[in-house]
């Protein structure tokens, strides 16, 4: 069940990663020139999931993502998100046990 259920979220996530790469075409940045509010709306979704595994397909959104990260203030985010997040590394298999356990409910 749990994999079937990483097997859904991966094939979500990428789908939106590649409207997200569409909306994005050949622009530096989703608000054109510049990196704007738009930019500060997708990037924690697609930090978070490359983070988790599922990053961008080589391409404008992948080149973005990297982009992005070199903004200081874009770095000095992700990196206070990841220490805040001190720990997470054990959900997955805390999930999995729980799901073995046989009750299916956590």
Do not use: N, Y
């Not at 994999?3 to 940045?29: C, D, N, S, Y």
């Not at 608000?31 to 988790?52: E, I, K």
């Not at 990297?66 to 990841?82: C, G, L, Q, Y």
């Amino acid at each position: 069940a749990a994999e079937r259920l990483l097997a859904k979220a991966t094939e979500q996530t990428a789908g939106v990663q590649a409207q997200l790469a569409r909306q994005l075409g050949t622009q530096p940045f989703f608000g054109g020139a510049r990196f704007g509010w738009a930019d500060c709306a997708v990037a924690p979704l697609v930090h978070a999931s490359a983070t988790m595994g599922i990053a961008p397909a080589p391409g404008a959104l992948a080149d973005w993502l990297e982009r992005i990260r070199t903004r200081p203030t874009v770095a000095s985010t992700f990196d206070a998100a990841t220490a805040s997040m001190q720990g997470f590394e054990m959900l997955p298999g805390l999930l999995a046990s729980c799901l073995a356990w046989g009750s299916g409910r956590c």
